[in-house]
Each structure stands twice: as C-alpha cells, then as structure tokens.
C-alpha cells in the first residue's frame, strides 16, 4: 500500500474506475451513432419498386379462338385463353407448391414439371397433389378496346368466383363485348 502512495511501480496506466469510465463512454458514444443511423435512415423511403399488376394485353382479335396464348407467360406469369364466347386468363402459378407449369398444346393441358399436378385447359385440377385449381385473374376490355389485365384480383372456383364479373370477358366474333 505504501508502495502506491509513494508513486512506486504498483501503478497501471488503466485503474478499474478508468476502464469502467471509457466503457461507460464508449456505450454512450456508441448509442447516439446508432441514433444519427436511425435518423439518415428515416430521411429516404423505404419503397418497393415492383412492377405493375395491371397491363394490356392487345387487341381481342389478336387471338386465336381456341387457342392457349403464352405471349405473357415469362414477363408476367399469365396464360390468355379464348374460346368461342370470350377470354379468360389463369395465373401461371401451381396451387400446390407456387412452381410454373407448361402448357402441352398436344395433350391440351398445364402440366407442374415439379411434382407432375395437371390442369385442365379452364385451369381446372386432374392429377397430382394440386389441391385445388389454377386462379382466375381480372380481364376486362381497357377504355381504348384492348384487353388488361389486372393480377391483383384473382378467382378461385372452389369459391365459386369463377362466375364473377372480371373473371370471364365475354366477346364474340363480331366484336361485341
């Protein structure tokens, strides 16, 4: 004890009340340079840039009656169908595990390459562990006579949504809607 009073060489540079000190800064410091990080943070928006759900898919009599267009199928995920009566559009994406399943003209259904679920032409499920059918999504005819397409309002058939108006676009060969 003496020895410290005296100014011997039992002293250190760094006492416990020193340490605890810088460390009591330190945290201090630490905190408010999380603060200003939080505040530069809030200064720019945190905003999704996705592209939009809605598009124009062309004329109606850019389609062939019968016939499964797949013209939208990689930029949007979204199958055009027409028939003798109108259009509908089903959503390339299997109900069972989100996969993209392929139109097989000559066997005249969807098929899931990953775990073989088959549809229908009208998206309806046959085979595979599908639970339950493709989705309907909105098609309507545009202001300017096109076809849009809208993918956030979707119809499900178990729900009975395949009635709704949206879900079918009725159009006739004369042109009529």
């Not at 200064?43 to 598009?55: D, G, H, K, S, W």
């Not at 055009?80 to 097989?104: N, Q």
């Not at 009635?163 to 009529?176: D, E, I, M």
């Amino acid at each position: 004890m003496a020895n410290l009073q005296e100014g011997g060489s039992g002293e250190h540079i760094w006492s416990r009340r020193n340490l605890l000190s810088v460390a009591g800064w330190l945290a201090i410091l630490g905190a408010l340079q999380a603060g200003a990080v939080a505040m530069v943070a809030l200064l720019f928006p945190r905003v999704l840039f996705e592209p939009p759900t809605a598009f124009k898919a062309g004329q109606p009599t850019d389609f062939t009656v019968g016939e499964v267009s797949e013209r939208f199928m990689r930029d949007q995920r979204v199958w055009i169908v027409r028939e003798d009566s109108g259009f509908y559009a089903l959503l390339g994406i299997c109900t069972h595990l989100g996969c993209t399943p392929r139109w097989l003209g000559p066997e005249n259904k969807f098929k899931c390459p990953c775990h073989g679920s088959g549809f229908r032409k009208d998206g309806t499920n046959f085979e595979g562990p599908a639970p339950r059918p493709l989705e309907r999504i909105k098609i309507v005819r545009a202001d300017d006579g096109q076809i849009l397409i809208d993918k956030s309002v979707v119809f499900r058939k178990e729900l009975t949504e395949w009635v709704k108006p949206g879900s079918y676009l009725k159009f006739t060969a004369s042109g009529t809607a």
